[in-house]
């Protein structure tokens, strides 16, 4: 037992009903105390933990409230602050201002300022001499007078206030002059609570501490901590003789109550402390693990979680890491991101945000985001997932889709419509325009949290109720007006050193705490870790707003960097030397985060020292001394605390001899293997795509289903990912982030530029009017600008330089269109345009609301559908179906290629739905297929394919369709062809192609004879 802790007890039996009150830094402090000594052998009575703030308040506040005057809220500083330097009078001295607007800044400034508050130092006596600069002490002098002026003008008392009201007031003091009282030693106070514990009624016992040889006094502690009673150490086990951490001498014991060892990382080393205290059995409320950082108590919190074993954690867990923190920052992420659709997808597949839309699951939801291409910016989603609802309601609507479909499809566009819903009401949350006054980012983001960000534990209850009370805090910055940069990142600060679920160390539960809190739950086994160079005590930094010659010089009282090492040393080592039981000291040699070394810290130095003084210790010995670093895999399986755990130390041993065991007891993992395995083999296996009860299902032949050449060319390309899309219904997760240099995707921008050319082009039919660039040029601009403005309102370009480029680009091209169409007229005459067959017409004269059958020549037949960019009658009377291309001269399988292996099937199909639609008025006509590229990219390129083609077409489209019914869904070869945009190449995995082209050539492979046939068709 502590000296201390041995006092109160003494105190307890002497002094039974007396008052004794034990002055404490905190409530969870003084708890603890009371529950040891209640715990030990003797009972208390009377016995009263307070803080200096619990003293005063009562003293202070019926003066304060006569007064009007209410508590300043605790979390409002930073923020205040921010305020009140960027409202200084601008005429006025600058030395902090142009870093006001910094959540950091705002924060140091804040700490400080309050420190020179609890100091009692106000405005007018921030002397001029303490500063080298002028402007420096100016403009600190003016905010630390317009806080002053705040807190008056509002009727507020900050602590500061209070203690200064309390010790006006010493007759109201909780504390009798007949009582006693004691400090807990060692504690360094603020002065002006000093000042009130020094003028406190009663009688005072002076408290005992340890005296630990060797160690320095704190210059600070003589004048502001309790003058305390040194008690020699006399160490009764090798744990003990950490008092003697500074000073190593005497003989060490032969008990094994004082350990230590390294890890490979601080996984590793985490994992071996749960594995030791499983080991050494024994209740968890014996353990307590301290470390340096809080950060890292949060490290053995998710490992606690992750083993289901009752941890309390006295630091507290970031409130980033709950679920509402999470979602708040991803909240963040994605309106600084221009609420791109991939951020929220992620956000939805994180699961941290609550999807209150009838059953719709967020899987669906991010699913349904992905099928409507959304992509960012606010109008996006009304655009997209509205289209979606409409499409999916027109396919539902459709008889020729059998029953099950139709409802499934319904529902799905129900589903779009809620989701819409949801996502508008998340959008509402988001101040438009962004420079907006900070209460609505607040409000939005409070709102957020409440309503949006998903709640599974305790914790994150506790965790939403401290993030919506610290930005309900920044409130005090309300009317300000920020971009939405600053706005995001002064909401992000807020989570900064935000912790929740702080607690004591309480019964059942294993206790983390820090290093400079360790030990007061007197807990009989205790690891220290996380002891690294450079990690344990804080580095010797003068603070930001004050420099170290400026503190000494207002007030001795104020802390200098070297104060605050030296008294964290005192502190830590103090917390070492009163341990006792048993103390495992551990350090990780390997940062992994940062991937590099690190070294222990000189505590283990010391601490070897102090186990074997006459070791002649250096830091290459001690890692030699620690020996083999441990490892997140235990040694022995049976040490193992989970089945990962188990399995891996196993794998140390085992060899390929084990492995039949393991697959009889993982069915799912022998199951791999055998897919594995099939897919490594020159066999074509189902594993590969073979499907043989898909075909017929697939097949337009034989289910009656109407396909378009765009399908029947995808097959073509990829059997495999036809598969996946048409025969399974997948989407690919597409989580790619928006490029910030291209605005209008290649698919949109051919969408847009054909809707141009049909609708410049039919307006001259109809009129009989010649195309020329300069009459027509103007209108053509104008259409292509309203284009690009309708599409800007759904979805916003990246920034408007992209925009103006990309806009330049477009109508450059569109005024080469006409160009070529005047130089071309005379050797075509258009006839149609955007010509549909087995869909709406828009009035063509030539479309059809029916599909066209192809016959394909052996008595079975299809049904085909699509829409011919343009129909010309050519000078000789003969027609050429043209189909547009707006990107760079390139076709799949090459220009000079006729089919392609089925990769080009456009040209031949719609010239054969074009005799059948011109059959009408021409039953001999004639017609060919072409390819046309009027573009700058496109180099006006146009490749024609002649009539023939059109009856080995039918060859061809039999080989595919025959692969289609064989179910043959194999992998393309050609991975540099076809896969290079594949949106699904992470199903795949790299080989795929290698594996395809394998099992293609093997002759063999009697099913995929009709690819091979296929592939021939060039
Ligand atoms: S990545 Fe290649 S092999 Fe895989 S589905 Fe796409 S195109 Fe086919």
New binding site residues.
């Given amino acids: 037992m502590s000296p201390f802790l041995a006092q109160l007890a003494e105190l307890c039996r002497t002094e039974r009903t007396r008052a004794k009150w034990v002055i404490v830094p905190t409530h969870t402090l003084g708890h603890t105390l009371g529950e040891r000594l209640a715990l030990g052998e003797n009972g208390w009575a009377n016995l009263r933990f307070t803080t200096p703030l619990d003293l005063a308040l009562p003293m202070a506040a019926p003066f304060l409230v006569r007064r009007g005057v209410d508590p300043a809220p605790d979390g409002i500083g930073p923020a205040l602050i921010m305020r009140l330097l960027l409202e200084l009078p601008s005429a006025g001295p600058t030395y902090f201002r142009g870093l006001a607007d910094q959540p950091q800044m705002a924060e140091a400034l804040w700490t400080t300022l309050a420190e020179l508050r609890m100091a009692g130092i106000t405005a007018t006596a921030l002397p001029r001499a303490a500063f080298a600069n002028a402007s420096k002490h100016a403009e600190l002098r003016a905010l630390l007078a317009s806080y002053e002026e705040h807190l008056a003008a509002r009727g507020l008392a900050d602590r500061a206030l209070v203690y200064h009201e309390a010790r006006l007031h010493p007759d109201l003091c909780p504390i009798q002059p007949t009582d006693l009282h004691v400090e807990l030693p060692t504690i360094i106070w603020s002065p002006l609570e000093r000042r009130l514990l020094d003028a406190l009624p009663g009688a005072r016992v002076v408290p005992r501490a340890l005296d630990l040889p060797g160690l320095d006094v704190p210059r600070r502690m003589t004048s502001l901590a309790a003058p305390i009673a040194a008690v020699a150490p006399a160490p009764a086990s090798n744990a003990e003789r950490l008092a003697l951490l500074m000073s190593p001498e005497g003989a060490p014991g032969s008990d094994e109550t004082l350990t230590m060892f390294s890890a490979g990382g601080r996984e590793a080393e985490i994992e071996e402390v749960f594995r030791r205290i499983a080991r050494a059995g024994g209740p968890l409320d014996e353990v307590e693990i301290a470390c340096p950082m809080p950060e890292q108590a949060a490290l053995v919190w998710e490992k606690a979680q992750r083993h289901e074993w009752p941890v309390t954690i006295g630091p507290g867990i970031p409130a980033a890491l709950t679920r509402p923190g999470r979602a708040l920052l991803a909240f963040c992420e994605w309106v600084a991101g221009g609420l791109a659709a991939s951020r929220l997808r992620r956000m939805l597949q994180s699961g941290d945000v609550r999807l209150d839309a009838d059953g719709l699951s967020a899987g669906q939801a991010a699913r349904l985001l992905s099928r409507a291409r959304a992509t960012w910016g606010r109008q996006t989603y009304a655009a997209a997932l509205g289209q979606l609802a409409e499409s999916l309601r027109v396919r539902a609507a459709d008889p020729e889709q059998p029953d099950e479909a139709r409802a499934r499809l319904g529902e799905r566009a129900e589903q779009a419509e809620r989701f819409l819903r949801w996502v508008t009401e998340l959008l509402g949350l988001v101040p438009e325009p962004s420079p907006a006054p900070l209460w609505q980012w607040l409000d939005g983001a409070i709102a957020f949290v409440k309503t949006f960000a998903r709640k599974a534990s305790e914790l994150d209850g506790e965790a939403t109720v401290a993030l919506t009370e610290a930005l309900a805090d920044l409130r005090a910055l309300g009317d300000l007006v920020r971009p939405a940069s600053d706005a995001l990142a002064l909401i992000r600060g807020r989570l900064d050193g935000l912790t929740v679920g702080g607690d004591r160390a309480r019964p059942g539960h294993l206790h983390v705490t820090t290093l400079a809190d360790a030990g007061y739950a007197g807990r009989a086994r205790t690891f220290v870790i996380a002891l690294e160079e450079g990690g344990v005590f804080p580095a010797l930094v003068e603070d930001p707003v004050l420099l170290d010659a400026e503190r000494k010089t207002i007030d001795p009282d104020l802390r200098t960097s070297e104060d605050r090492v030296g008294e964290a040393l005192y502190r830590i080592v103090s917390r070492l030397a009163a341990l006792g039981g048993q103390v495992c000291l551990s350090y990780s040699g390997r940062d992994l985060r940062q991937a590099r070394a690190t070294f222990p810290s000189w505590v283990l130095l010391q601490a070897v020292r102090v186990l074997k003084p006459e070791g002649g210790w250096t830091y290459d010995r001690l890692v030699e001394e620690l020996g083999e670093p441990v490892s997140a895999v235990p040694a022995e399986p049976s040490q193992a605390l989970s089945d990962a755990g188990w399995w891996l130390a196993g794998l140390r041993r085992a060899d390929a001899s084990a492995l039949p065991a393991v697959r009889e007891g993982f069915p799912a993992l022998a199951q791999g293997a055998a897919a594995e395995a099939a897919r490594n083999s020159d066999e074509f296996t189902p594993y590969d795509g073979l499907v043989p009860g898909a075909g017929p299902r697939l097949d337009p032949r034989v289910s009656g289903a109407t396909v378009s050449p765009t399908s029947l060319e995808d097959l073509a ?2 059997p ?2 036809y598969f ?1 899309q048409r025969g399974l219904g997948l989407d690919a997760v597409d989580d790619a982030e928006p490029n910030p240099d291209v605005w209008l995707d290649p698919m949109i921008r051919g969408s847009i530029m054909h809707d141009l050319y049909a609708t410049i082009m039919r307006a001259l039919r109809d009129r009989g009017e010649t195309p020329n660039p300069a009459r027509h040029g103007p209108r053509l601009r104008e259409l292509g600008l309203e284009a690009l403005a309708a599409h800007r309102t759904l979805v916003p370009p990246p920034s408007d330089g992209v925009y103006e480029r990309e806009e330049r680009e477009l109508l450059n091209d569109l005024a080469l269109f006409l160009k070529f169409e005047a130089e071309d007229h005379g050797q075509r005459k258009p006839l149609g345009f955007e010509v549909a067959f087995g869909g709406a017409t828009e009035g063509e004269a030539l479309g059809r609301r029916e599909p066209i059958t192809i016959d394909l020549g052996d008595g079975r037949s299809f049904r085909l559908r699509g829409r011919i960019d343009r129909l010309d009658q050519l000078a000789d009377g003969s027609y050429e179906v043209v189909d547009y291309k707006t990107g760079r001269a390139f076709l799949p399988g090459g220009l000079d290629a006729t089919f392609a292996g089925g990769r080009q099937l456009q040209h031949a199909l719609y010239a054969l739905a074009a005799v059948k639609l011109l059959r009408e008025t021409d039953p001999e006509a004639r017609v060919v297929g072409s390819y046309y590229f009027p573009t700058t990219r496109g180099r006006r390129e146009r490749q024609v394919r002649p009539a023939s083609t059109q009856a080995e077409a039918t060859v061809v489209l039999r080989d595919l369709l025959d692969l289609l019914a064989a179910g043959t869904f194999v ?2 070869p050609n ?1 540099d062809a ?2 290079r945009f ?4 992470r ?2 995995g790299p080989r ?2 290698d594996r ?1 082209k394998r099992k293609i050539d093997r002759a063999e492979n009697a099913t995929l004879e009709a690819y091979r046939k296929l592939n021939a068709h060039d």
């Fill in positions: 390309k990829c495999f990912r996946l992998h393309t991975q076809d896969c594949c949106e699904f190449s199903a795949c795929a192609a395809a």
